[in-house]
């Protein structure tokens, strides 16, 4: 995990610039570096994941050219070898390999990689940038204008707070180069389904998995896994533990009285033999670090807000405690084989439409939370499920398969599984549990709770009244939006919606985003 930033021609001092850059130095505190790069600069903090020697700093250069990237380019190794005959690396990095790349096969480079990034490259032959993000949009970039009219990228979008009118976040799947955005990538449009049986079909969900899993161990820094006790981040932890073939270490999170998750979390631990810690929240610490959280986000989304409180108090105590600089986590299970809510879909093509929808926009919403919150206190996150060739394939089986049409959400993925028995059964066959509401039914109204003692009724009406780009619709929202406003003034159009059940959809015309105002929740939370 690391930060970039790229001006074109900048219209402030490298002073000031370091000023905007060092807001996010928590996502690369081991070292930092403002280089000119022709008309530009470029901008670098580190956090050493993979070649730990200080030859593994950036930018990397290679004949005039540079490259700052914050990413992961699994599977490097081997085309670090074939570029070996032509080019010489200097450190273990696996960025290094970008320059040659980019000198062999230009823009097209950008689909041949199986990565999760966002980088900038400066061409000195054009005195240009070029910018580029992964298809599911795992890694965070933002660009914007600033007063001169030329275009400035970001990491996160605080960098561009006083700097730019309009910060907009950079397309997943997508280049810029010589003014124009491109599409390189399209993981989510499906022209054919797959004609795999169940069988073959959950083989591949299982192989393709592990392998997913497989190739997000390799890491020169010390690793550690999320286990919220969950079907998704279980198996990830345990295809781990089996792969590296020794003790992992686990990290679980709840209330410290109605925790639901941390009973599972511990079950699966003692069963895959894991080191396990447990971390606590209360109340008062909920509510003494959400203002820091939605700075740290940059979103309002109530649903993001409240999964974010766990994954980040998690992440801190981690931080503090140990020495774990990488995490694996089991997002993005969800938005391809289904929510609870999705259980309701009226047709197969309704369930596939709402799955491309969702992993299309998830970037602002479970992938900016895991980000955010992870990087905040300054840890790698790492994420199997959004394995570009697992998401392909995943995308492709056809939805009347996905679907729920078995009593049991996530069936084939369970399925895929089942043989190994490297989960306890009553594990791998419980019900989905949001993860806000797993961590503890309590979080979720204490925080209900604050926000009505933040406003009278007419409070709320007024203020909510000022905003017309999605209103706030409760006291929670409101309480979000006026915090997220403090800190990122008018910037409201970087999240598209508020995340929530399809309203269209029988059942599902709530006005919370909880899984637990859902007729099928049942005894998912406890």
């Not at 960025?95 to 062999?104: D, Q, R, T, V």
């Not at 032959?125 to 275009?151: E, H, M, N, Q, V």
């Not at 980040?312 to 140990?322: D, S």
């Not at 409101?478 to 915090?483: A, C, H």
Request: charged share 25%; hydrophobic share 40%.
């Amino acid at each position: 995990m690391c930060a970039i930033m790229g001006f074109t021609k900048p219209t402030i001092s490298k002073e000031q610039v370091q000023v905007h850059f060092d807001k996010t130095i928590a996502r690369g505190p081991d070292m930092s570096k403002i280089v000119d790069a022709g008309s530009g600069l470029l901008c670098f903090h580190r956090l050493a994941i993979m070649g730990l020697s200080p030859e593994g700093m950036q930018p990397f250069e290679l004949d005039g050219d540079m490259v700052v990237c914050n990413g992961e380019l699994y599977g490097f190794r081997p085309l670090k070898r074939q570029l070996s005959e032509k080019y010489t690396f200097v450190s273990g990095s696996d960025c290094e390999i970008l320059l040659p790349l980019y000198k062999e096969h230009g823009l097209d480079m950008f689909a041949m990689l199986d990565a999760e990034y966002a980088l900038i490259i400066y061409d000195s032959k054009t005195d240009s940038l070029i910018a580029a993000r992964d298809p599911i949009g795992i890694r965070p970039l933002f660009y914007g204008y600033d007063d001169g009219g030329s275009i400035v990228f970001a990491s996160e979008a605080i960098n561009l707070v006083g700097l730019c009118d309009e910060i907009i976040a950079f397309p997943p799947g997508h280049y810029y180069a010589h003014g124009e955005f491109v599409k390189y990538a399209d993981l989510t449009t499906v022209d054919a389904y797959h004609t795999d049986d169940l069988e073959a079909t959950c083989k591949q969900i299982r192989n393709k998995l592990v392998a997913a899993v497989d190739k997000r161990l390799d890491a020169d820094a010390p690793l550690g896994f999320l286990l919220s006790g969950g079907l998704d981040s279980s198996l990830v932890c345990a295809i781990s533990a089996i792969v590296l073939g020794k003790k992992i270490r686990t990290f679980a999170v709840g209330m410290d009285k109605d925790a639901i998750d941390l009973k599972y979390a511990k079950q699966v631990a003692e069963f895959i033999g894991s080191d396990h810690t447990e971390i606590y929240m209360t109340r008062d610490s909920v509510i003494e670090n959400l203002e820091f959280v939605i700075k740290t986000l940059g979103t309002w989304d109530i649903t993001t807000i409240r999964a974010s409180m766990g994954m980040y108090m998690c992440c801190k105590g981690i931080h503090e405690q140990t020495d774990v600089r990488v995490l694996l986590t089991g997002e993005i299970s969800d938005e391809l084989f289904g929510y609870k809510y999705t259980d309701f879909a009226p047709s197969d093509e309704a369930f596939q439409q709402e799955s491309k929808k969702r992993m299309d926009e998830l970037f602002m919403y479970d992938v900016l939370r895991a980000d955010r919150t992870i990087s905040a206190t300054s840890i790698e996150a790492r994420v199997p499920f959004g394995d570009l060739d697992f998401v392909k394939y995943v995308m492709a089986i056809n939805p009347a398969m996905k679907r729920n049409s078995y009593d049991m959400g996530k069936y084939l993925l369970r399925h895929a599984f089942e043989a190994d028995k490297m989960l306890p059964e009553d594990i791998l066959w419980r019900q989905k549990a949001a993860f806000s509401d797993a961590v503890g039914h309590s979080m979720v109204d204490d925080l209900k709770a604050y926000a009505e003692e933040c406003y009278t009724d007419a409070d709320y009406e007024t203020k909510r009244q000022q905003y017309t780009y999605c209103m706030p619709f409760t006291k929670e929202s409101l309480l979000y939006r006026e915090l997220f406003e403090k800190y990122y003034p008018g910037q409201a159009t970087m999240i598209k919606d508020f995340w929530m059940p399809n309203k269209e959809w029988e059942g599902c015309n709530v006005n919370d985003p909880s899984a637990r105002v859902l007729g099928n929740y049942g005894a998912s939370g406890v």
